[in-house]
C-alpha cells in the first residue's frame, strides 16, 4: 500500500468539490476530512479508544508542543507518537510555523530560522527547516509539514512579500534534506490576503514535488468572505492529484467553503475547545448548555446525532453537569462536538458521491445559524 | 426477584469474612463489594460505559448535594436518577446526614431535624428523616440510607449518648414513614469511638427491621487501629443475614480490616479524587505521577492491571499528561484506581470462595507500603 492520493469523484454540479483517499503509512483516510487536534498527544478528554467509535481517521498534534514538552527525542524512546499516545491510526504534526509566530516570544527572523523563547520557561530556541524535520521524523508522523512564515494577519504587503519568499526557501531546503522515507511532507502556501501572492506563493511550492499542499494563515482574523475570496484564487494553483489542506478552521462556514473551494482536509481545536466551555454544535446552530432553558430538558443535544453523548444523555443532564463543572460534561461535549463534524464530513462526502454537495450545503445553511 | 441479602460463604479459616449475594430492584451486587461515587450524579471523569466496563456493580450518589442541584424533584421529573445519568446498575443514595454535618453551616439541631444552610448559595433548609426519605424516593435510588446524626468526631461523650438516641428516633421515623416499595432502607450505627455506644446503637438500629445496617461515622479521623478495633466490637452486634456497609473507606488497609470483621459495602471518593491528584494505586503503594523518574518510564501502572490505561500507555506517557494538565491524565487515572479497587474487591471475593483471604491479606500487604 503505496502512500499518495487518489481523487475518486468530483461532484457534476460543483465541480471543485472533491472526494478521495489518502493513503498513509497508518492506512487510508476518504477526503474531505476533519482532523481532530492532540496539542499535547491527546485529544482533551476524548480517549484514543471514543475517537475511533467517532470515527477519526486521523489525528493532528503539534510539533511545538511536543518538542517542549515532552520533547521529540523522549517520544521516539517510546516508539514515536503512535505508541507514545496509542493511536494506531494516521497521525498529521504540523511544523511548528504558526505556533512560533503566535504563541512564542520571537527574538530573531533570519533567513536561516527563527530564534524563540518557550512560553514555558522562557528558555530560548531555534527552529530552522531541517530541525522541524528532524523533530517530525523523531515523532514519526504519517505526514509532516514543511516549516513556514505566518506572517501576523496585519502585515503589509512588502512584509508579505518578502516573508513567501523566505518560506520557498525553507520550502526547499526542508525537501531537500528529509529523508524519512515514511513519512510524508505537505508543503505551505502563504501570501496573506493578497491573491496575487497567494498565486506566486502556491506557483514556488507547488514547484517543489511535495506529497499534498496546505494553505495556511487563513482565517486569521480576516473577515470570512475575504478568506473564501483568496482561498477561491489559490485552490486553483495547486495541483488537482494532490492532496490540498486548509489549516486550522473547523466552523461549518469554513468546512462547506473549504469543500466548495476544492479542500480535501481540515483541522481545528474549537470542537473540543467550545466543548470545555458548554457550546456544543447542532444542525440548527450552537447550543449554550448553561443557559437555564435547557433545566429541564429530556431532548438530547441532537435528535439525530449517533454520538454516545446523544444516546444516553439529555441537555437537562448536560445542563446540570456543566454548572457543576463536572469532569464529565468536558467529556461528553467534546465527544458531541467531534462526532457532529465527522458526520457533516461524512454527509460531505456523501453528497459529493451523489453530485449533490450544493444542495446539500443549502439545506444545512437553511437551518444552521 | 426479590430485593435481599443471601449470605454465600464464610472463610473457614477467618470466619468472620463473608461473601454474599445483595439483590436490589436494579440487579445483583456480589459481595464484598467497592461503591464508586459519583457525588453529583456523576462519577467524576469516568462515563457510565466505562464504569461498567470497569466492573462496578453499584454506584453511590449524594443525597445532600443532588437536593441542593439539580434537585430531586427535577430528577424525578427526568424519570429518576438511573434515567438521568444513564446508569441502569443498582444505586445507592446516602441520607445527606454527613454531608449536612460536615459540608454546610448548621444552624439547628432538634429533635425534629437540622436546619442548615447550602454552602452554594447560602439559602436555610431543614432535613428532617422524612424529608430524605422523600428525596431518596424520588430520586428511585435502589438503596436509601436512613436520615442520622454523624456528630463530629471531637465529640465528647454526653453529647454522643444524646445523639445516638437522636439518631435511633429519626431510624424509627425514617421507618415508618417510608413506603417506597422498590427501595431498600439501611439504618446507620454511630457511636463514635466508644464501643459500648456503638454497641448500644447497634442494639437500638438493629430493633428496627431494616434491610441492611452501616456502620456510619469510623474513620473520621481517629487513628487506624481504633477504627478497627470499634468496628470488631460492632459488626457482632449487627444480624448476620443482612448486609454490613461501612460508609465512606476505600483504602486497602480499610477494605481489608473490613471484610475482616465482616462487611460487606464500602464506599469512598478517594480512588477518583486522588487520581485528579496524579496519585494511582498499585499493589505496591502509591505511584505519583507527576514524579520526574517516570518520564521515560515505559511501564505501565500495573503490569498485572487489566484496565483500559495500563493496557494502551505508560508511566511516561501519564506523568506527560498530568505534567501538561491535560484532562485526559485526570480519566486515565481514575480509570486505574477504580478499576485497582475492583480488581481488590474481586480478589478477595474469591479469597473467601477459596477459604484463603488471611493469606491473601497478608500476600497483599508484603508488597504494598
Known amino acids: 500500500m503505496d502512500s499518495g492520493f487518489e481523487l475518486k469523484k468530483t461532484d457534476q454540479r460543483c465541480h471543485t468539490a472533491r472526494s478521495g483517499v489518502l493513503t498513509t503509512p497508518h492506512g487510508q483516510i476518504e477526503t474531505p476530512v476533519f482532523m481532530p487536534v492532540g496539542t499535547s498527544a491527546s485529544v482533551k478528554g476524548v480517549l484514543p479508544d471514543r475517537l475511533d467509535q467517532i470515527g477519526a481517521q486521523i489525528m493532528l498534534s503539534n510539533t511545538f508542543h511536543l518538542y517542549l514538552r515532552p520533547g521529540h527525542e523522549r517520544i521516539a524512546g517510546f516508539g514515536g507518537l503512535h505508541d507514545y499516545m496509542s493511536w494506531d491510526k494516521p497521525i498529521l504534526t504540523d511544523s511548528g510555523g504558526f505556533q512560533v509566530f503566535s504563541l512564542s516570544r520571537m527574538n530573531k527572523i533570519s533567513d536561516d530560522g527563527v530564534e524563540f523563547q518557550s512560553p514555558l520557561d522562557g528558555s530560548t530556541h531555534f527552529f530552522t527547516p531541517e530541525k522541524t524535520a528532524d523533530i517530525q521524523a523523531a515523532l514519526g508522523s504519517d505526514i509532516a509539514m514543511v516549516f513556514d512564515e505566518c506572517a501576523p494577519p496585519q502585515s503589509d504587503r512588502p512584509y508579505i512579500r518578502e516573508s513567501i519568499d523566505r518560506t520557498y526557501e525553507w520550502a526547499k531546503r526542508f525537501h531537500r534534506y528529509h529523508s524519512h522515507r515514511d513519512q510524508m511532507v ?63 478552521v473547523g466552523t461549518p462556514e469554513m468546512l462547506f467553503g473549504g469543500v466548495e473551494r476544492g479542500i480535501d482536509m481540515f483541522d481545528c481545536v474549537l470542537p473540543t475547545r467550545s466543548a470545555r466551555h458548554a457550546t ?21 443535544v441532537e435528535e439525530v446525532c449517533d454520538c454516545y453523548t446523544c444516546r444516553h ?32 464530513m461524512e454527509n460531505i462526502r456523501e453528497s459529493i458521491a451523489e453530485n449533490r454537495f450544493t444542495a446539500f450545503k443549502e439545506e444545512f445553511f437553511s437551518n444552521y445559524q
Not at 456544543?280 to 430538558?297: E, F, N, Q, V, W
Open 280 to 300: 456544543l454544535y447542532t444542525g440548527s446552530g450552537k447550543l449554550r448548555l448553561k443557559a437555564a432553558r435547557h433545566k429541564d430538558s429530556k431532548e438530547p
Open 186 to 248: 505537505f508543503g505551505i502556501v502563504q501570501g496573506g490576503v493578497y491573491p496575487d501572492l497567494r498565486k506566486e506563493s502556491a506557483a514556488q511550492i507547488t514547484s517543489i514535488p511535495f506529497d499534498g499542499y496546505a494553505v495556511g494563515g487563513l482565517s486569521v482574523g480576516e473577515p470570512f468572505e475575504i478568506s473564501m475570496e483568496v482561498l477561491a484564487e489559490t485552490t486553483p494553483e495547486l495541483p488537482e492529484e494532490k492532496p490540498r489542506y486548509l489549516m486550522g
Open 313 to 344: 444523555f439529555s441537555r437537562g443532564y448536560l445542563h446540570h453537569l456543566y454548572k457543576r463543572g463536572e469532569l464529565s460534561a468536558l467529556i461528553l461535549g467534546s465527544i458531541h462536538n467531534l462526532r457532529f463534524l465527522m458526520r457533516l
